[in-house]
T-cell receptor
Framework: GENVEQHPSTLSVQEGDSAVIKCTYS??????FPWYKQELGKGPQLIID?????GEKKDQRIAVTLNKTAKHFSLHITETQPEDSAVYFC?????????????FGKGTMLLVSP | DAGVTQSPTHLIKTRGQQVTLRCSPK?????VSWYQQALGQGPQFIFQ???????QRGNFPDRFSGHQFPNYSSELNVNALLLGDSALYLC?????????????FGQGTRLTVV
């Protein structure tokens, strides 16, 4: 089955710096890659996603890139703010007509210091 | 729109007991997936329900079972609880229309087995 590796496990940055989280996946059939943010005591919240027919996607301070050949994808957060502090999960999915299920990485704890 | 709602939020059970967790999907969603999230780990797929049937299943024993009702809400049942079943149980809903539609998570049920 699919296996998703995520690095780093923890990331500390100063407010205003950029943060990058990287993931690799094993199954070349995976075609959907969402990123989730999970705050303490809450469920994961979808923040951005990318499909395999796209190489990059941006949403304000957040961007995701995908390299299908290398089977890796990354989350980029610019101008980090203390409220960005949370655990971030990448996931991969092989989807077909709604049958998709998600395989998650182990998460990255991002700490943004003021 | 209330989003995905789960109940209860916290639960303490004794080893060997049985537990039922409940989930109401986001309005307009017809597919419900359940995930188990151990402390410090990413969510792991348990199973997915669509049209009141289990459509896919992850690597979990038969002690884990579920149900989906005509209104798309769902239950997760775990029998003969083990200490290792202690985790955050997450429900995610999605729409069956199209490929790889986004999955939205509830806040989870924290199950503690003592």
């Amino acid at each position: 089955g699919e296996n998703v590796e995520q690095h780093p496990s923890t990331l500390s940055v100063q407010e205003g710096d950029s943060a990058v989280i990287k993931c690799t996946y094993s199954d070349s059939a995976s075609n959907y890659f969402p990123w989730y943010k999970q705050e303490l005591g809450k469920g994961p919240q979808l923040i951005i996603d990318i499909r395999s027919n796209v190489g990059e996607k941006k949403d304000q301070r957040i961007a995701v890139t995908l390299n299908k050949t290398a089977k890796h994808f990354s989350l980029h957060i610019t101008e980090t703010q203390p409220e960005d502090s949370a655990v971030y999960f990448c996931a991969a999915s092989i989807g077909d007509s709604g049958y998709s299920t998600l395989t998650f990485g182990k998460g990255t704890m991002l700490l943004v210091s003021p | 729109d209330a989003g995905v709602t789960q109940s209860p939020t916290h639960l303490i059970k004794t080893r060997g007991q049985q537990v039922t967790l409940r989930c109401s999907p986001k309005s307009g969603h017809d597919t419900v997936s359940w995930y188990q999230q151990a402390l410090g780990q990413g969510p792991q797929f348990i199973f997915q329900y669509y049209e009141e049937e289990e459509r896919q299943r992850g690597n979990f024993p038969d002690r884990f079972s579920g149900h989906q009702f005509p209104n798309y809400s769902s239950e997760l049942n775990v029998n003969a609880l083990l200490l290792g079943d202690s985790a955050l149980y997450l429900c995610a809903s999605s729409s069956s229309g199209g490929m790889n539609t986004e999955a939205f998570f509830g806040q989870g049920t924290r199950l503690t087995v003592v």
